[in-house]
């Protein structure tokens, strides 16, 4: 797989730092990244020295990821930054001026679910792939689970959710499709899809799309709230990574992170990799980078 060769890994310089560290560790032994970067950001204190309080961080990032990355193939670059700034500014804008194709970060699920958590701002506004870690999982990928509405934006999913699993050997992909409207479901811009009829639509769905000869078993679950099924299947098949994309075919498709993507992220206690979509990468990346379209258009998002 080609797309995740740079990558991101966000450090809170917490205990939860170590959990990510291995889990990084893994995905460079797959052999797809070329390149990772582990950040801290430091919170900007006026005219206060902060050269101490640098220093110290870069010597614990360094010395974790030194400890993890023991077996990791030499052909893997590993660079430590500390920075200082708004949170999510300045990893956003740290991960443009690097060309970032993944961001990896820990999650804590959150009781109850808010709307203000760090890993949905992130997922939402971010110009790459976000892959978040919630605390305590174990690094491996021996079964993926990908939520499907058969769109473009899911195709994408498909593809990089077989492409990880050929890399980790993994046992097998659980494509999931969750329906509901007994009569029939409509999508923008899409034919509708007859109830009774989906497994049909995934059909013709997958047959383009090269899944490398990894083993897929679709499943197709009713259900009112797509969110909450994605979490139980996941439990009930013990999948060790969900693989979504950030939006697909609904009525809310302005926004840059689907309603159900966003409700599995709030709540995740299985790894998600939250995938943009292939053509959007570049557009993202240049809204990032001008700030005169940044501070004319605000008001708008």
Known sequence: MERFRHVLVALTRTNRDAGL??????????????????????????????????????????????????NVPRSVKTYCDVLK???????????????????????????PPGRGSLVRRLSMKAPCSVWIVPDGVSPR???????????????????????????????ECLPLHVYFNEAVLTYEEDDPIVYGQEEDAYRKFVAPIDCRKVKTRPLFVEAANVAQAIHRVAQEESVDLKVMSTRGRSQSSAIL???????????????????KHFGARLGLLQLLLDRTFRRKSSPHF
């Open 21 to 70: 560290i291995r889990y990084a560790a893994m995905l460079a032994r797959l052999d797809t990244a070329v390149e990772i970067r582990f950040v801290h950001i430091l919170p900007q204190r006026g005219s206060q020295d902060e050269r101490p309080q640098h220093d110290e961080s870069l010597a614990y990032i360094e010395g974790q990821v030194a400890e993890s990355f023991l």
């Open 257 to 275: 992170l689907g309603s159900v993507t966003e409700g599995v992220i709030i709540e995740a206690r299985t790894p998600v990799l939250v995938v």
């Open 141 to 171: 990928l021996k079964k993926i689970l990908i939520p499907l509405d058969f769109s473009d934006h899911s195709a994408d999913a498909m593809v990089v959710a077989t492409s990880m699993a050929q890399l980790a050997s993994a046992d």
């Open 85 to 111: 700034g708004p949170l999510v500014d300045r990893l956003l804008s740290f991960a443009a001026e690097q060309e970032v194709d993944l961001i990896m970060m820990g999650h804590q699920p959150e009781h």
